[in-house]
Nanobody
């Protein structure tokens, strides 16, 4: 089993910054990729940013130049640095990890989700 614990959400003003963290723990054999998704009110959940085990990153067009995804392989933690926040960034942010467990590493990659953390951007 893999558990993801998110933190760092909260209230920020437009133009401000927040840093989200997601720590993975449990019987982890390997991690293929770590991602951040978000769901704004009355909208579909969307992919915000992804980082692979090779360090390649990808971002949604709406956050390019403002958000930065990074990871700490020792701590199995992924971060999302959010700068120049906009009101439209308000959403619940979810961490996603593609991983293999130590118990059954021969199985395909499985997706694990964090509990979600609220980010509110308001003046």
């Amino acid at each position: 089993q893999v558990q993801l614990v998110e933190s760092g959400g909260g209230l920020a003003q437009p133009g401000g910054s927040l840093r989200l963290s997601c720590a993975a723990s449990g019987s982890i054999f390997s991690i293929n990729a770590m991602s951040w998704y978000r769901r704004a009110p009355e909208k579909q959940r969307e992919l915000v940013a992804t980082i692979t085990n090779g360090g390649d990153t990808g971002y949604a067009d709406s956050v390019k130049g403002r958000f930065t995804i990074s990871r700490d392989n020792v701590k199995n933690t992924v971060y999302l640095q959010m700068n120049s926040l906009k009101v439209e960034d308000t959403a619940v942010y979810y961490c996603n990890v593609q991983a293999k467990t130590s118990i059954r590493p021969y199985l395909p990659w499985s997706n694990y989700w964090g509990q979600g953390t609220q980010v509110t951007v308001s003046s």
